[in-house]
């Protein structure tokens, strides 16, 4: 699978019935009913997460060209990516009107309406939409898309710069404990000032390793320090009577993160799903005869119901097929746990259990512990799913002295981890000289360690990477 990833990752796209990528408009594609299911679990675990402390909010998708255009940074990283609505009908507009690529010109002027006073301060506000961007890169479905349709966009407002840097922090948590509930595993770090959202004082990123080695950024978190405040006059009356510009952040991530569950798990099987996403995270599956069949189905129903009263998603497959095919299928559809069941083993009492991860067969009986034993099964399940992937991840990340050596790591399917003295000048050379990216900042250095590039005190261990 990790020579040909790329053919794996959008063959499996189409026979798991996710996306189809067919729809005449590049970079614009179907979400299927099966990979729509997996979406919605998905977005209901991060949405959870930000209810606690945030509110869902839903903005409109065009954006007047005097606001897109307003803040100069931004703008300048946005413009060759933006689409236009020109015409009303047969009339000309009086002013363009951008489909959004993100929605900070949307949101902030609204912003400055509604903050008057340190009251109405911190403003955390998110919303779940479809943004444009007009990607000049090679398309791929779910990771390079033109109309990204899952765009979770949080917007942030604070007093005081360190509630703001404080908020990126909660982000960071709040993403951890997202991406660990989907069993992915990750590398945090600090983009370089190069790679910095347009209009961001520092974006921190979440990236992954995919099985080619190559890494897929899911996930950004910018501190947009007073920037945008400033642009939009977003103020504040503060307790001691001041006008003051209110601190910003803003955080996505997008349909890559159904991306990343694929890429991430998959197996030349197909699909290995985290439980919490799965849709349907038992698949029973009856062996039928002619005689006892009635009996045989007759159970599988009321295994069902007991496991659905327990909150889990149980599907029976009774398709009028060869048992053999359905294993097929549902291994290629990622179930975390099969339940097989025939006459015989009705007779005994028993059901037969396999995990997606390990295709050993196991033995449990039909007693009041079923439910127990079944939810335990699932959770060792996840848990091996998240080992594996760390496990992969970490075996992936290779440092180095020699900048010589960086090519060999990568391409040999790894990211490389090196020594920086943090100056701009030596970062862009790595860059130059390798050819891939610097993802940015991971950790600091140790003692004494030396840049990779100019010999002089590293500060920091950036990562190396060839990036999606
Ligand atoms: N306003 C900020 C935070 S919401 C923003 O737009 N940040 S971003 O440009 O970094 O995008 C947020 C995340 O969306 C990225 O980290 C990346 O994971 C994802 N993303 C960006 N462009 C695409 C694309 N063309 N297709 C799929 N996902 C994308």
Redesign the pocket.
């Known amino acids: 699978m990790v020579e040909n990833f790329s053919e794996w990752f959008h063959d499996i796209l189409e026979e798991a019935n996710i996306t189809d990528s067919r729809y005449p408009i590049k970079?614009m594609a179907i979400w299927m009913p099966y990979g729509f299911k997996i979406r919605k679990y998905m977005l209901e675990i991060i949405k959870e997460l930000l209810d606690k402390d945030h509110d869902e909010v839903l903005f409109p998708l065009l954006v007047p060209e005097g606001e897109l255009a307003k803040e100069g940074e931004h703008i300048k990283g946005f413009e060759e990516e933006v689409y236009w609505v020109t015409k009303g009908g047969v009339n000309d507009l009086n002013e363009k009107l951008a489909l959004r690529?993100?929605?900070?010109t949307a949101i902030y002027p609204m912003y400055s309406l509604w903050i008057r006073s340190h009251i109405d301060l911190p403003i955390k506000y998110y919303q779940v939409v479809n943004?444009f961007?007009y990607?000049t890169k090679h398309?791929r479905p779910?990771?390079?898309?033109?109309e990204?349709t899952t765009?979770?966009?949080?917007?942030t407002a604070h007093a005081t710069k360190e509630e703001c840097a404080q908020q990126i922090e909660d982000f960071i948590e709040i993403y951890k404990e997202f991406l660990d509930s989907l069993a992915i595993p990750y590398l945090i770090s600090k983009r370089p000032p190069w790679d910095t959202?347009p209009g961001a004082d520092y974006?921190m990123?979440?990236d992954i390793i995919m099985p080619d080695g190559k890494t897929?950024?899911?996930?950004?978190?910018?501190n947009l320090g007073q920037s945008f405040a400033k642009t939009f006059d977003i103020t504040f009356e503060d307790k001691d009577g001041e006008h003051k510009y209110v601190y910003q952040t803003?955080?996505?991530?997008?349909?890559?993160?159904v991306?990343s569950i694929i890429g991430v798990h998959g197996d030349e099987k197909g699909l290995r799903l985290p439980p919490r996403v799965s849709p349907n995270q038992i698949t029973i599956i009856p062996i039928l005869f002619k005689k006892g069949k009635e009996e045989v189905m007759s159970k599988c129903m009321e295994i069902k119901a007991a496991l659905e009263d327990a909150g889990l998603r149980v599907n029976i497959d009774d398709r009028d097929i060869r048992p053999g095919k359905k294993f097929y299928d549902w291994e290629l559809k990622g179930t975390p746990l099969k339940l097989e069941i025939g006459p015989r083993d009705l007779e005994n009492n028993i059901t037969i259990a396999m995990r997606r991860d390990e295709g050993e067969k196991i033995e449990l009986t039909l007693d009041d512990d079923l439910v127990d034993n079944v939810k335990d099964l699932l959770d060792k399940y996840y848990k091996n799913l998240k080992e594996t992937a760390w496990s992969f991840q970490s075996e992936h990340v290779k440092f180095t002295e020699e900048i010589n050596e960086i090519a060999n790591i990568i391409e040999a399917g790894n990211i490389a981890a090196v020594n920086w003295c943090g100056d701009e000048e030596c970062g862009k050379q790595i860059e130059e000289k390798t050819g891939y990216d610097v993802l940015g900042i991971y950790k600091d250095a140790e003692e004494n360690a030396k840049c990779i590039v100019s010999g002089n005190d590293a500060k920091y261990v950036a990562l190396i990477a060839k990036t999606y």
């Open positions: 970079g690529p993100t929605s900070e943004t961007r990607e398309t779910l990771i390079r898309v033109r990204i765009f979770k966009e949080a917007h959202f974006t990123a979440f897929l950024q899911i996930g950004t978190i910018h803003c955080a996505g991530v997008s349909d890559r993160i991306a």
